[in-house]
Every structure is written in C-alpha cells, then in structure tokens.
C-alpha cells in the first residue's frame, strides 16, 4: 500500500531530550516536507526537500532539524525541544513539488497520519 | 509574507445546501491552488486542485478560480453530514518553493 509512514504517533517528552521523529514513504517521491498543525494558525512548512541531500527551510524551521539521506525517508530532529514546539507533526510527500502542475496529480501531496509531540 | 486566508468558521449548514467555502492569498504570482479536506483527528487529503481561471467541477465539488481578485472557492453541493470536516485552502508559489496553507475553515452540516 503506498503510504507515509510517521513514528512515533504520540510523544510525551520533557524540555532538552533530544528527539528524532520519523518520516518513511514507500512511492519514490522525489518532494518531502515536514509541516504543524496548531489551533487557529493551520498548517504551517518547517522543511521541504527536492531530492535526496537537497532541503530548504519553510516558515517556520527554528528549533528544528531535518536530513535526506535517501529518498524514501526525511527524519525531523529536535536537537533541544522546548514547550513551544508543542504540535501536530504531520509529514508529506509528492512525486513532483507542489508548485509544478500536473494533470496526473503528480504534485498532489500524500500525508502521513500525524505525530501528536508534547514537550513538558 | 505571501498569505493564504480563510474564514475560520465554523460555518454552519443543513444538509442538502449548497456550502460556499472561501479563500485569499496575497501573491499575483501563485501557481497551483488545492483545496484538502480534514476530519478530526486525522490527516488532510485532497479533494481538487485547479490551475486556471474559471470553474473545475469534481461530482457534488466545485472549484472556482480567479486570478485577478486573487481568490479561490469550493462549493459543495447537496452537503450531507459526512461533509462535516475542516477545510484547508493551499497556495504554491513558484519562488521561493513553498505551499502555504491557509488556517482553515470548520464546516458543520446539520441533518
């Protein structure tokens, strides 16, 4: 089944642990990024990336870390987590970036099914 | 800032309505427009995506695009209570590399 697959799906951890939250997709998408959710403020962009070793930050990438090793798996680190980092995780991949039309829904992202992270 | 904005609802209609959802964005230079579709307590999928002016109809959904007023609309048609979700308007702008979603808009319909 093609998938995003994001581990772990809830995570309590307390302020400084660093933690790794990680994304694997099974369709050999070439696009990947990394967004949260909060209440009232939507969906907002940490990382993306075009391709394996290429990654640039979206809006909001303080705080946060990424890597693209391979292409199937893009991992958000947390090096020092804080309070405010608080959130829905939610990772997504596309064959094509967004921004390229595509008449076959190349650049239609598939998103994984959340990681719900608190930092105490 | 390139923006993207929607009411936040919730916005409320009895089933069988026509339901009007409603976005903006700030930048002339946008490129594709998606709208997903978000239940509780779980990720979005799409629902359409629309590249040009004018309408895109998908059964009971229909897109609506115009570059100039720089908005883009979903309609549902013959709303039913499985309808009920959170809407996510996403702009992508070819500079700078990003899609931006919009805050979203709860839409409840009522039986």
């Known amino acids: 089944e093609a998938q995003v697959t994001q581990n772990p799906r809830y995570l309590i951890t307390v302020t400084g642990k660093k933690l790794t939250v990680t994304c694997s997709q099974n369709?050999?998408?070439?696009?990947m990024s990394w967004y949260r959710q909060d209440p009232g403020l939507g969906l907002r962009q940490i990382y993306y990336?075009?391709?394996?070793?290429?990654?640039d930050k979206g809006d909001v990438p303080e705080g946060y870390k990424v890597s693209r090793k391979e292409k199937r798996n893009f991992p958000l680190i947390l090096e020092s987590p804080s309070p405010n980092q608080t959130s829905l995780y939610f990772c997504?991949?596309?064959?094509?970036?967004?921004?390229?039309?595509?008449?076959?829904?190349?650049?239609?992202?598939?998103f994984g099914a959340g990681s719900r992270l608190t930092v105490l | 800032q390139k923006e993207v904005e929607q009411n936040s609802g919730p916005l409320s209609v009895p089933e069988g309505a026509i339901a009007s959802l409603n976005c903006t964005y700030s930048?002339?230079?946008?490129?594709?427009f998606f709208w997903y579709r978000q239940y509780s307590g779980k990720s979005p999928e799409l629902i359409m995506s629309?590249?040009?002016?004018g309408d895109k109809e998908d059964g009971r959904f229909t897109a609506q695009l115009n570059k100039a007023s720089q908005y883009v609309s979903l309609l549902i048609r013959d709303s039913q209570p499985s309808d009920s979700a959170t809407y996510l308007c996403?702009?992508?702008?070819?500079?700078?590399?990003?899609?931006?979603f919009g805050q979203g808009t709860e839409l409840s319909v009522k039986p």
């Open positions: 997504a991949s596309s064959l094509t970036a967004p921004w390229v039309h595509s008449l076959s829904g190349a650049n239609v992202l598939t």
């Open positions: 369709m050999n998408h070439e696009y």
């Open positions: 990336s075009m391709n394996v070793e290429v990654t």
């Open positions: 930048d002339r230079v946008s490129q594709s």
């Open positions: 629309i590249y040009s002016n």
């Open positions: 996403a702009v992508s702008y070819n500079q700078g590399g990003k899609l931006i």
